[in-house]
Nanobody, 127 residues
Framework: VQLQASGGGLVQTGGSLTLSCAASGSSLGYYKVAWLRQAPGKEREGISCIDSFANSHYYGDSVKGRFTIFSDIAKDTVDLLMNGLQPEDTAIYFC?????????????????????WGQGTLVTVSS
């Protein structure tokens, strides 16, 4: 399974972007899907996860109330709608998928087994 993250770009403070995670080789509907981000000089941070089987969503405290994760069944993507963007949201955003729990996905590193990763998309929020 190969993941493709897209939708990043440059936006002003307070603006919005929607990121999209698509898969080839399988359907995202079979997996839990998470979005993580890594800002320059910081550790990777798990920010949101969707478990369609359990109809549950998770948001980190830093994005709760501003970001929304959802599955677009028609497009077979998992999208992240980001509102109220702030300069501290500037990061490379990755999507990750797996059959593991969302808690595992959100804490995943490159060494975590059974996780599929997208290549990342850059979000830059100007002040």
């Amino acid at each position: 399974v190969q993941l493709q993250a897209s939708g990043g770009g440059l936006v002003q403070t307070g603006g919005s972007l929607t990121l999209s995670c698509a898969a080839s080789g399988s359907s995202l509907g079979y997996y839990k899907v998470a979005w993580l981000r890594q800002a320059p000089g910081k550790e990777r941070e798990g920010i949101s996860c969707i478990d369609s089987f359990a109809n549950s969503h998770y948001y980190g405290d830093s994005v709760k109330g501003r970001f929304t994760i959802f599955s677009d069944i028609a497009k077979d993507t998992v999208d992240l709608l980001m509102n109220g963007l702030q300069p501290e949201d500037t990061a490379i955003y990755f999507c990750a998928a797996g059959s593991v729990p969302c808690t595992t996905l959100l804490a995943a590193t490159d060494q975590t087994p059974n996780i599929y990763w997208g290549q990342g998309t850059l979000v830059t929020v100007s002040s």
